[in-house]
Nanobody, 129 residues
Framework: QVQLVESGGGLVQAGGSLRLSCAAS????????MGWFRQAPGKEREFVAT????????YYADSVKGRFTISRDNAKNTVYLEMNSLKPDDTAVYYC??????????????????????WGQGTQVTVSS
């Protein structure tokens, strides 16, 4: 199993920045592609960004492209989400998730939350206008 713990959420004004972290423990971190998802009140969980096990490939939702950056440090077993130019619509609980590396790394597969194996507990991000 893999345990995931997110941190870094908080309250920020529109236009501001936050960096989320997700620390993994348990099985080998490089065995997993990683993803960030978010869920706003009354809405379905939606894809934000994903990164391949080695960090060389990434995909983003159109709504965050150019503003958010996903990265990972395999030596620290941690994946990050750098969020800039935040908007009130970015307000949500943000979750990191792990998907087995043996699966193909594609936008279609890695943007589907149902295909992820492990999830963190989430961290709240609130953007005020």
């Amino acid at each position: 199993q893999v345990q995931l713990v997110e941190s870094g959420g908080g309250l920020v004004q529109a236009g501001g920045s936050l960096r989320l972290s997700c620390a993994a423990s348990g099985r080998t971190f490089t065995s997993y592609h990683m993803g960030w998802f978010r869920q706003a009140p009354g809405k379905e969980r939606e894809f934000v960004a994903t990164i391949s096990w080695g960090g060389g490939r990434t995909y983003y939702a159109d709504s965050v492209k150019g503003r958010f950056t996903i990265s990972r440090d395999n030596a620290k077993n941690t994946v990050y989400l750098e969020m800039n130019s935040l908007k009130p619509d970015d307000t949500a609980v943000y979750y990191c998730a792990a998907r087995a590396r043996g699966e193909p790394f594609s936008f279609g597969a890695n943007s589907d939350y149902a295909l992820y194996d492990y999830w963190g507990q989430g961290t709240q991000v609130t953007v005020s206008s």
